[in-house]
């Protein structure tokens, strides 16, 4: 209890939050590096499996060689990646390292929320005349939301997590908060920073149920 009081007046502590090493400017960071990579690893997932769940061909193999993504250590891949080119860009080895982290659950969840859909209802759109593509935006893809939206749920929750892992490469976020305290031999910061952590990732699991509450009924499957 001493501690988690000594990480508590550390985290109230107003000298602890303005300037670039404070509080709100490694929470930005983070935030930017998350939101950053989210996006990225669905400009890369989303369109593979949403097609591949659509044609019904080839998405097992595409999930089971990007599940091998979740075998490698994140950390294995960053330590991998600043021995290239690419560890001249200061965030470039972190940002590599957490997209290939958040691909397999964006891509998993969205090829089987697609497999999912009730072929009796693609059968009768496709009946009704509709197009491949009509079929894909206006029957698979709505019915299919609810999966998809807990994929990018899943990541964008790992990749908060995850993120901290920036402070190794020499990025920021609020991984620096924690090897700061470790530099530091202060527990009280060190447990700080892991608070800071945990309560960003559960305000953007809130976030996202909040989504998924508030989304159409047809976003939410009927629910």
């Known amino acids: 209890m001493n501690t988690l009081a000594a990480a508590w007046e550390w985290l109230t502590d107003p000298a602890h939050w303005p300037g670039d090493d404070g509080i709100r400017h490694r929470l930005l960071q983070h935030l930017v590096l998350t ?26 193999l595409a999930v089971n060689i990007s599940n091998v993504g979740r075998a490698v250590p994140t950390f294995a891949v960053l330590v991998l990646l600043l021995l290239t080119p690419v560890g001249r860009w200061s965030e470039g080895p972190t940002v590599v390292a957490l997209v290939l982290f958040a691909v397999p659950p964006l891509l998993t969840n969205a090829y089987v929320g697609m497999r999912e859909v009730d072929r009796s209802v693609v059968q009768a759109a496709r009946g009704m005349g509709m197009t491949g593509r009509q079929v894909l935006f206006h029957v698979e893809l709505p019915l299919s939301f609810p999966l998809v939206l807990n994929g ?15 402070a190794l490469a020499g990025g920021g976020g609020l991984g620096r908060i924690i090897t700061a305290g470790f530099n530091l031999a202060s527990t009280p910061q060190v447990v700080a920073g892991a608070l800071l952590v945990a309560g960003f990732a559960l305000l953007v699991e809130g976030v996202f149920e909040a989504v998924e509450r508030l989304a159409p009924v047809w976003a939410r499957g009927g629910r």
């Open 152 to 166: 990018v749920r899943i990541a964008a929750v790992q990749l908060v997590a995850t993120a901290t892992i920036a």
């Open 35 to 60: 939101v950053v990579c989210l996006l990225l690893s669905c400009l890369i997932a989303l369109p593979v499996a949403l097609v591949l769940g659509h044609l019904g061909r080839g998405g097992a």
